[in-house]
C-alpha cells in the first residue's frame, strides 16, 4: 500500500500535476492578466516550477510580508518567464526575463511588495515597462 502511495506520488510530481493557488484578475496597464496568488511562503518557494506549460494570459503573483529588495530565480522552473517587481502602490518597478532552470538572481533595483511573472515576453510583447500600473492588488488578502 505504501510502495503504492510513493508511486502515484511519484507520478502526480512527474506529470506538474499540483493544486493551483487561488487566482485573482489584475490589469498591467489596459491588458490582463489572472494570476494565481502566492501568499503563503510554501507557495513563494514553490512558484511555478515543474509547470511544463502556462496559458497566454496567465501568471503568478508572489506576495511579500515585507517590502523589501526581493530576488527570483529558476530552479526546477521548466518554461521561460518574466518578472515584474511591483511596489505597495501597484507600480511595475523593474521587469527582468528569466530562463528556465537558471539559478540566477534577478533583483528589484527597488523595495518591492509584489512579483508577477508570467510567460516570457509578455509585458514587451505589450510595450509595458517600468512606471506601468497594476489595478486588482486591493483584493488580494494579507500574506502569510
Known amino acids: 500500500m505504501i510502495r503504492r502511495l510513493f508511486c502515484l506520488l511519484w507520478i502526480a510530481l512527474s506529470t506538474g500535476t499540483h493544486a493551483a493557488p487561488p487566482a485573482v484578475d489584475l490589469a498591467v496597464g489596459m491588458y490582463r492578466v489572472k494570476a494565481e496568488v502566492a501568499r503563503t511562503q510554501s507557495a513563494r518557494m514553490t512558484g511555478l516550477m515543474h509547470r511544463t506549460e502556462m496559458p497566454a494570459d496567465a501568471g503568478m503573483l508572489f506576495v511579500f510580508p515585507q517590502v523589501q529588495t526581493h530576488c527570483m530565480w529558476m530552479r526546477n522552473t521548466l518554461i521561460p518567464l518574466s ?3 511591483i511596489d505597495a502602490q501597484g507600480v511595475v518597478i523593474n521587469i527582468a526575463d528569466m530562463t528556465p532552470h537558471d539559478e540566477t538572481s534577478h533583483c528589484a533595483t527597488r523595495p518591492a511588495r509584489y512579483a508577477l511573472e508570467t510567460n516570457a515576453g ?22 502569510e
Open 83 to 85: 518578472v515584474a517587481f
Open 122 to 143: 509578455w509585458f514587451a510583447s505589450r510595450k509595458l515597462t517600468a512606471g506601468a500600473k497594476v489595478a486588482g492588488l486591493e483584493r488580494i488578502p494579507a500574506p
